[in-house]
């Protein structure tokens, strides 16, 4: 169970009808860096036509650019960041970040990272994990580049965060995911379901961790790129009956999530999570969960 | 720390920093605040400010560390745009390309490299006593923003 037709199939039940995409790249302002108005000032002189997202407060589409975005002094200086659109939003769907302890608890190669700690203007601490050793220096980069100063890094895989014998107000749990074709041409080609169900597998098995270390009034932001409902909607279903979690309303870009899918029906609470199919932004998916409080 | 001392110093600059919130992991250098002294274990990979590593007994300071020195008095030589680009190409610097100086601008001495914002660009080593040369190569480039994109090209 493969192929383009087969992942077409599946979205066309989902209500989504397939079409290309061709993304511009978008950058993020670091406003704990620079004003915004500078940032954007210095790059326009430069040349680069940038148009605002109107769904991101810092967020912008790079329409033009004769060289790449990722070597001005502007960013070598940490003033932006380079993030897909749709990525940018999880971050921002947090209450309250100032001051409060947050987990990133898959965060290579950090541009989540810098954006928490923008948020949180460098107050609080985020300790942000990764399994992967290499990647952690791209992390790391990323956090010097960007002038973070409340991050702790460890190299440890997200399913052993209990490792660390500490409770968090926020959790954003970005996950490792199956992607999607928008961001890899090669998507339908290497990809079978085999993948998105080891995938799921382990995004679960990261939900249940991070239920164990998430502070009885804290909240979790769960994300991926994928497109597929085994990652996304189906492991929600899951953590809201099996890990005594509700799903919180958001408000950001993107449509709510179906909560019947391929025959099956979900918890009516899984219509808050969002769901983005590919055409303004890749494809990407996100909710925010809080533990069910019993009086 | 010494080493990070002496390093400051060479830039006729001096630094404080609390010892107590000072942290080591293997060969490289970080500065933490008190909510992460508490917080930080001991297999921490990287933690608060990056302050710089030493290999071979050298010490190679992070572009933070450059940028807290540039908030105060220290050696600084201010560039021009085309400068600017060439030095975080990895380029030397010509006396044409130099706008200003703060501090010294004798021959051997170390200096911070900055735009005409005040950015910190890196750092670099006098080679010419500047009051003496009108051309040429002036400042060897020692290290420069444009590190993080060839980190990058390793990394991948």
């Known amino acids: 169970m493969s192929g383009k037709e087969f992942f077409v199939n599946r979205y066309e039940m989902l209500g989504w009808k397939y079409e290309e995409v061709a993304l511009k790249p978008a950058i993020r302002i670091n406003s704990m860096n620079a004003k915004e108005e500078e940032v954007v000032k210095r790059l326009q002189s430069l040349g680069v036509k940038l148009e605002k997202i109107p769904f991101l407060e810092k967020g912008y589409r790079v329409s033009h650019s004769e060289f790449s975005v990722g070597a001005t002094t502007e960013y070598l200086l940490g003033y932006y960041s380079i993030q897909e659109a749709a990525s940018q939003i999880p971050a921002t769907l947090f209450t309250d970040l100032k001051d409060k302890i947050v987990l990133d608890a898959c965060a290579a190669p950090g541009s989540k990272t810098v954006q928490l700690a923008d948020l949180m203007k460098n107050t609080g601490a985020i300790i942000a994990l990764d399994v992967k050793l290499h990647r952690l220096n791209a992390l790391s980069n990323q956090l010097e580049r960007c002038h973070v100063k409340n991050a702790i890094v460890y190299n440890l895989d997200a399913r052993q965060a209990s490792k660390l014998e500490m409770k968090f107000d926020c959790i954003l749990l970005d996950v490792p995911c199956s992607g999607n074709f928008s961001t890899d041409k090669e998507w339908f080609n290497r990809r079978t379901i085999r993948d998105v169900e080891e995938n799921a597998r382990r995004q679960k098995e990261i939900l249940r961790e991070a239920a164990k270390v998430l502070k009885d009034d804290g909240e979790i932001v769960y994300s991926t790129c994928s497109l597929e409902p085994e990652e996304n909607e189906l492991n929600i279903d899951w953590a809201v009956k099996n890990l005594g979690f509700h799903v919180e309303k958001i408000n950001c870009y993107g449509e709510p999530s179906p909560t019947k899918i391929f025959g099956k029906t979900l918890d009516s609470q899984i219509e808050n999570c969002r769901r983005i199919w590919p055409g303004k932004t890749q494809g990407f998916f996100v909710c925010k969960l809080k533990k069910d409080v019993w009086v | ?156």
Do not use: T
């Open chain 2, 1 to 156: 720390m010494k080493i990070l001392r002496e390093f400051v110093s060479r830039f006729g600059a001096s630094i404080s920093l609390n010892k107590n919130l000072l942290a080591k992991k293997e060969n490289r250098y970080f500065l933490l605040n008190e909510k992460l002294k508490k917080l930080v274990g001991k297999n921490f990979f990287y933690a608060g400010v990056y302050l710089g590593k030493v290999k071979n007994g050298k010490f190679f300071p992070s572009f933070n560390l450059l940028s807290m020195m540039a908030e105060k008095r220290a050696n600084k030589i201010f560039v021009d745009k085309r400068s600017e680009w060439l030095f975080i190409c990895g380029r030397d610097i010509f006396k044409q390309g130099i706008i200003r100086v703060i501090g010294s601008k004798r021959k051997g001495d170390y200096a911070l490299i900055l735009n005409d914002y005040g950015e910190c660009l890196g750092f670099g080593k006098i080679l010419r006593n500047l009051d003496k040369i009108v051309e040429g190569v002036a400042i060897k480039n020692i290290s420069d923003l444009g590190d993080f994109l060839r980190r990058e090209k390793h990394q991948f």
